[in-house]
């Protein structure tokens, strides 16, 4: 196959696949989502749905956030891990929300990196997901897959997410994030894969991945 090709085989086949697309992370508004995914660094979608909802009953907004001490926060939020760095993060962000942008969250990538423990993936989520701006949020999921796909060297999150929005269409990005992290938990793991049902892999991926697949399975 071609690139184009390859990309065309994508797009179809996710779509049949998701034609509804679940956001992963629980929430209500900009600002939650925006919490939860600065929670989720380095755990799990499913251990931070379980812990935002005890820290959300205390302080599902700025205003009420900052009545909470760091200490508080990060008691509430263990369980996902980071929790010194994390809770300093929402506690500070919050701060500098109230103060700068009237409690609201900002629509723009600029000002969302300035915010504390908000780097480039989890403003890209919060454009995305919150106010549907076109951004491509690269996770562990899309960088393996991306590199297993043959669309992406696989050197760092910043090479795969400029492959990406070259390959794929704009218009597409905010839905296709999405359906390849689905893919990748479901048919296309780091661990425990069976190719057999990594259809995309099995049919466009790359020599050098599946040539390793094969040989381990003989092993």
Do not use: C
Not at 53 to 66: G, Q, S, T, W
């Amino acid at each position: 196959m071609t690139k184009q090709e390859s990309v065309n085989f994508i797009i179809n086949t996710l779509f049949k696949l998701y034609p509804e697309i679940p956001i992963p992370l629980d929430h209500k508004d900009p600002y939650t989502l925006l919490i939860a995914v600065l929670m989720s660094a380095q755990s799990t979608d499913v251990r931070v749905n379980k812990i935002t909802p005890l820290l959300f009953e205390k302080a599902d907004n700025p205003y009420d956030m900052v009545k909470l001490t760091v200490e508080e926060i990060r008691e509430i939020i263990k369980p996902v891990g980071l929790s010194p760095m994390k809770s300093k993060g929402i506690h500070g962000l919050s701060r500098i929300l109230i103060e700068k942008h009237n409690g609201k969250v900002p629509q723009s990538f600029e000002a969302l990196e300035k915010l504390p423990a908000v780097g480039h993936k989890t403003a890209s989520v919060v454009m995305s997901q919150a106010f549907g701006v076109p951004a491509f949020p690269v996770d562990t999921h899309i960088h393996r897959l991306m590199y297993r796909w043959n669309l992406s060297n696989g050197k760092n999150v910043v090479q795969t997410e400029k492959d990406a929005k070259r390959l794929f269409p704009e218009e597409l990005w905010n839905d296709l994030h999405l359906q390849i992290i689905w893919y990748g938990r479901e048919y296309s793991p780091a661990r425990g894969w069976d190719i057999e049902k990594d259809i995309i892999t099995k049919t466009i991926g790359r020599k050098s991945v599946l040539n390793e697949y094969y040989k381990k399975k003989k092993s």
